[in-house]
């Protein structure tokens, strides 16, 4: 399960968007065949995509922009302290907490004050941002391909990007890659992430499970409690 989370939050939001060691990596759609990922002494991301499909302001942007600028933050080999803060100024605005917090606690989120929602949120999202800052050392090499892109609902306010995701082989043989879907909703103008699923598991699922554990445990304030001590032992893994 940490195996998964950490993907899950490698990938970026994408939650997983890879990275080089290059000045800038690149991202290139599938008409671009300049571009290798196995230059000598270089880890190169790609990122995929088909033509003309990742035009700005759609749902295949917003996933695709995000890998170059985990890209870019793996290349500039930047430190633990500027790295969370271009996560918190290029990452964390494409992402909807709010909305992936609610759906994590389920039918207990109404359980919570609004002092202690806001206090959730604030929580939750600093551990995801110091857990992706934590894994972006893990993501040189690795390739993210976008497949596809589809927008539904009623007002057309729903997407899902799918995508895949290579790590470096390192001698695995069974090295496959890896489905990443990604759902984003339509805020006002501005398509937002708010859940990822790495082989169909998704990460506000799996939180809804340890959320709602501690809370039969401990209640709201528990939950509070643990988010704080979490934020707390990956700061001080920096």
Not at 54 to 73: F, H, M, N, R, Y
Not at 107 to 129: N, R, S
Not at 218 to 231: R, S
Request: aromatic fraction near 4%.
């Amino acid at each position: 399960m940490k195996k998964i989370i950490t993907l899950l939050l490698a990938l970026g939001f994408s939650s997983i968007s890879q990275a080089a060691t290059s000045a800038s990596a690149p991202v290139t759609d599938d008409s671009d065949t300049t571009s290798s990922p196995s230059k000598a002494g270089k880890s190169v991301v790609v990122v995929a995509t088909s033509a003309g499909s990742c035009t700005d302001g759609t749902p295949c942007e917003v996933i695709k922009s995000s890998a170059q600028i985990l890209s870019d933050a793996v290349n500039q080999n930047i430190s633990e302290k500027k790295a969370v803060s271009m996560i918190q100024n290029s990452i964390v605005p494409q992402i909807d907490f709010t909305i992936m917090t609610r759906l994590a606690m389920g039918a207990q989120w109404k359980q919570a004050t609004p002092d202690q929602q806001t206090q959730i949120v604030g929580l939750f999202k600093q551990m995801l941002v110091y857990s992706y800052t934590n894994a972006l050392s893990k993501l040189k090499g690795a390739q993210v391909s976008i497949s596809s892109s589809t927008i539904s609902g009623e007002k057309q306010n729903k997407a899902v990007v799918n995508s895949s995701l290579k790590m470096p082989n390192n001698g695995d043989s069974n090295n496959q890659p890896i489905n990443v879907e990604y759902d984003l909703a339509k805020i006002g103008s501005t398509w937002k992430i708010y859940d990822v699923k790495i082989e169909k598991v998704s990460i506000v699922t799996t939180y809804r499970t340890q959320f709602g554990d501690e809370i039969q445990k401990d209640g709201i304030n528990g939950l509070i409690a643990q988010l704080q001590t979490k934020v707390n032992n990956l700061k001080g893994n920096k």
